[in-house]
């Protein structure tokens, strides 16, 4: 497993808790599981498909040999329309002036984060759906 950061705030609690997160994502006889954390410049690691967990960090898993890459496109569509539903709702609230005026400045900034994060998301499937395309003609 790979984590990706893009800030430096980020980048730097996932060093800081590399432990944990091994802790919790490997199971403790897995001796060939590794946590590596990349530099926000590096590119995607050969044979991995890539998850956005925010707007600001992505987690990149090795997939080949493991997993149905038909049945991983069919849940990431799925996802990604959801998640252009998120989209759409966020925008319209984001988009309308009478709304953004009865909110308030810290709800407006919580509903801004919601639609980076969305847009994370979806990147992430687009990304992971056009990954396990490539992934299939790797085999």
């Not at 919580?110 to 395309?133: R, S």
């Amino acid at each position: 497993m790979y984590i990706q950061a893009s800030d430096s705030s980020s980048h730097g609690t996932a060093t800081s808790q590399t432990q944990s997160i091994q802790s919790l994502a490997f199971h403790p006889k897995d001796e060939a599981s590794t946590l590596s954390i990349l530099s926000s410049t590096d590119t995607r690691p050969p044979g991995c498909v890539v998850f956005a967990v925010s707007a600001t960090t992505s987690v990149f898993l090795h997939v080949v040999g493991r997993v149905d890459f038909d049945g991983e496109i069919e849940k990431a569509n799925k996802k990604l329309t959801k998640v252009n539903v998120g989209l759409e709702k966020q925008t319209k609230i984001l988009d309308d002036p009478a709304k953004i005026e009865r909110m308030g400045d810290a709800l407006v900034e919580v509903e801004k984060k919601k639609l980076a994060d969305l847009e994370a998301e979806k990147k992430g499937f687009e990304e992971t759906i056009k990954q396990f395309e490539e992934l299939k003609l790797e085999k």
